[in-house]
């Protein structure tokens, strides 16, 4: 997209095209390229192709202290607890993922845990491995992005000075310490 | 959307932006405008309203790898201007800006600094079907995932574990 409005610029400013054409061009680029980006990524083979986060498996000394946390910063219900964990989804039962038209994606959820990872074999599962990876943060998208009501909103939560990282994010810790970064749906992979 | 461009020729027809500027404006008025409406008018009294996962911060030892396991594997999309030699980007679900999420591999440290950890991801898989999974699977040479009928779970290259599912196994309110 970025290349093509700089052709665009440089036909404009050669006086190859009208500021008209200009405005006419970029207004029609705009509005479609992303969607077009979209449709040639859903032609891939799709037997593995995946479709959304299901769902986002969280461990931590208490559970319900996180959930908690969450369920207050994100306005999160909490689903089927246990006595090790509770579910957190992103909506009401029986709504749709954002931007999702299938009817077989359900809605992400956050599984918030306390069990220890390293126990050894049971029940004829294999011990789980030691990764060598870690997630380090995640990135939600909320919905109605104002960065200045974000902020004001993370100061009433206790965040006076939330980590700023570029137009559409702040980076706060949860109550483990853990990074989490709130943005807008202007954050995406090509941009932001 | 053509009020807006039209705003920003006249920055920068008058010097206010740059050639530059003006190039990553328009761009990302184009994603914005791609996410439509209705996202603008949800926003809670207090609190955040989380819509999608916008990005999952995957720290390892050699991002390529990464890089190419998952886009290989899952389908997921490379953005080729966002790898630098250090972390790639790659997006999975709806459009940018859509709802869409993405997946940034990078070179980091793999030791956690917090009380808590993400010890799995599970993702959604449209359309499952088991057999067509499970030989895609033993092709790409992951084996014999374990879990259940509907909720598979496989390590990647740096056996972190990375779970797919369908809708009917895996959802909050099936529990």
Redesign the interface.
């Known amino acids: ?2 290349s093509f ?2 052709n665009k ?1 440089d036909e ?1 400013r050669a006086g190859r095209i009208s ?1 008209r054409q ?3 061009t ?2 029609v ?3 479609t ?3 077009a ?2 449709a040639k ?1 859903a032609a ?18 208490d559970f319900k202290q ?1 959930a908690d946390w969450y369920s ?5 219900d909490q ?2 607890a ?1 006595k090790t964990d509770v ?4 909506g009401k ?1 029986g709504e749709k ?4 038209t ?1 009817n ?6 956050l599984i918030i845990r306390t069990r220890d ?1 390293d126990a050894r074999a049971q029940n004829g ?2 011990a ?17 992005w ?1 960065s200045n ?2 902020r004001s ?1 993370l100061k ?2 206790g965040y006076a000075n939330p980590e700023v990282d570029g ?1 559409y994010s702040f980076h706060v ?2 109550v ?4 989490v ?3 807008g ?8 | ?2 009020n807006f ?2 705003g920003l ?1 006249s920055q ?2 008058n010097g206010v932006i740059d ?1 530059r500027q ?3 404006a ?10 439509g409406a209705d ?6 009294a ?16 050699d991002y390529r790898k ?1 890089r190419d396991f998952y886009s290989s ?5 490379p ?1 080729p ?2 790898d630098n030699g250090r972390e790639a ?14 997946l940034i591999p990078r070179n ?22 088991e057999a ?2 499970r030989t ?2 033993k092709e ?1 040479g992951l084996g014999d995932p ?1 879990g259940r009928p509907g909720s598979l779970h496989v ?2 290259p ?4 990375v ?5 009917v196994e ?4 099936r ?1």
Request: aromatic share 10%; net charge neutral.
């Open positions: 997209m970025e409005v700089a610029v404009y500021r200009l405005i006419e970029l207004t680029a705009a509005a390229a992303y969607t980006e979209g990524a891939a083979d799709p037997t593995l192709k995946i479709a959304l986060v299901n769902h986002i498996s969280y461990t931590c000394p996180a207050r910063v994100f306005n999160l689903i089927g246990s579910a957190l989804p992103f039962k993922p954002y931007g999702v299938a077989d994606v359900p809605l992400t959820h990872l599962r294999e789980r491995r030691q990764p060598r990876a870690l997630i380090n943060h995640i990135a939600y998208t909320i919905a109605d104002d009501r974000v909103e009433r939560l137009p810790v949860d483990n310490g853990y990074d970064q709130i943005s749906i202007g954050m995406t992979a090509l941009a932001g | 959307m053509e461009i039209a020729v920068l027809d050639r003006f190039c990553e328009v761009s990302v008025a184009a994603v914005v405008y791609a996410a996202a603008a008018n949800a926003a809670p207090q609190g955040f309203k989380p819509i999608a996962i916008n990005h999952i911060s995957y720290a390892c030892g990464a594997v899952f389908g997921m999309t953005v201007q966002a980007r790659l997006m999975f679900g709806p459009p940018p800006g859509q709802g869409g999420s993405f980091g440290n793999t030791t956690p600094r917090a009380k808590a950890v993400v010890d799995h991801i599970c993702y959604t898989i449209s359309n499952w079907d067509k999974i895609a699977l790409k374990t390590y990647d740096f056996d972190y574990d779970q797919i599912a369908n809708a895996e959802t909050a309110f529990r």
